[in-house]
């Protein structure tokens, strides 16, 4: 799961992860669409794909990527206590400010 964490620390790794969220895309449009290098998006394409969050799939001389959710959904799992938390911290305060008197003027 580190892998997956330290990949995602990384903001333009995140942005290939939003496109990807709609299908898979080769190489060249996630150069187009993120306005950089290919070499940096293959970077960080490898490093999305060692941490399973990614897959290839090579059709002739292309490669398409597309989104693995598994690793998504054990990083949800991790931060789901921590949504609880603040859930019920908003919670508490909604119902603290709904109890206070209203302000007339």
């Known amino acids: ?18 496109l990807l969220r709609t ?17 940096a998006v293959s970077k960080h394409l490898k490093v999305l794909r060692e941490a399973g969050l990614v897959e290839v799939r090579q059709d ?3 490669r398409w990527y597309r989104l693995r959710p598994e690793p998504l959904a054990e990083v949800d799992n991790w931060i789901a206590p921590y949504r609880a938390l603040w859930h019920d911290r908003l919670d508490a305060l909604e119902r603290h400010l709904d109890a206070m008197p209203d302000d007339p003027g």
């Open 60 to 62: 002739a001389q292309r």
């Open 23 to 39: 299908g898979e895309r080769l190489v060249g449009d996630l150069v187009e669409r993120l306005e950089v290098t290919q070499p």
């Open 1 to 18: 799961m580190a892998t997956a964490f330290a990949a995602l620390a990384e903001p333009r790794r995140r942005e290939i992860l939003d």
